[in-house]
């Protein structure tokens, strides 16, 4: 059974970096048949998708265009994890921040992380 | 302002059917899949369909999904107290080439 443990701090000053890492159980982050991705929610933007990388004989990275100067989404093929960079926070980047896997069949979802930029 | 157009709420009675509309354009649900999701309060969204009418295995067949053109719908049939929670559509969209996702419908059981 597949599942996803997110990990990270909850709480990031305005202007610094949010990361957060996903780690994997029960699947490869080099699986030929899934993406990993990142999506966060919030009241005053909803679900709001953030980007994804995944493996098909080289990896490939696809980001949301509105966060494209700031985000990195990093595979960890030795801890069988990836990881979302976020930089230059702002207040309006506070919300819950999911990883997830999705297929051609199903889609798994880590627990989420509460993250608030405040100083 | 959401790229798919959902209801923001929905109604119904124990044991009726209701159905919750995704209006989207060309650039997505037109040209690609559905899926939709399930959100308890203080959990993660949960697939209920994907591929516009597939179930993963352990929903129950009350739940099923429909795509016409550049909308879709969720429709709940048999529809009990524990379906009492925020609905979402998806889709990829090739404007933006990324997922796009609708802005919810809270549905109540009456």
């Known amino acids: 059974q597949v599942q996803l443990q997110q990990s990270g701090p909850g709480l990031v000053k305005p202007s610094q970096t949010l990361s957060l890492t996903c780690a994997i159980s029960g699947d490869s982050v080099s699986s030929n048949s899934a993406a990993w991705n990142w999506i966060r929610q919030s009241p005053s933007r909803g679900l709001e998708w953030l980007g994804r990388t995944y493996y098909r004989s080289k990896w490939h990275y696809d980001y949301a265009i509105s966060l494209k100067s700031r985000i990195t989404i990093n595979p960890d093929t030795s801890k069988n994890q990836f990881s979302l960079q976020l930089n230059s926070v702002t207040p309006d980047d506070t919300a819950v921040y999911y990883c997830?896997?999705?297929?051609?069949?199903?889609?798994?979802w880590g627990q989420g992380t509460m993250v608030t930029v405040s100083s | 302002q959401s790229v798919l157009t959902q209801p923001p709420s929905a109604s119904g009675t124990p044991g009726q059917r209701v159905t919750i509309s995704c209006s989207g354009s060309?650039?997505?649900?037109?040209?690609?899949?559905v899926t939709w999701y399930q959100q308890l309060p203080g959990t993660a969204p949960k697939l209920l369909i994907h591929?516009?009418?597939l179930r993963p295995s352990g929903v129950p067949d009350r739940f099923s999904g429909s795509k016409s053109g550049t909308s879709a719908s969720l429709a709940i049939s048999g529809l009990q107290s524990e379906d009492e929670a925020d609905y979402y559509c998806?889709?990829?969209?090739?404007?933006?080439?990324?997922?796009?996702f609708g802005g919810g419908t809270k549905l109540t059981v009456l």
């Open positions: 997830t896997r999705d297929t051609s069949l199903d889609d798994i």
């Open positions: 060309s650039s997505n649900i037109g040209t690609h899949t």
């Open positions: 998806a889709a990829w969209d090739e404007g933006v080439n990324g997922r796009v």
């Open positions: 591929s516009n009418n």
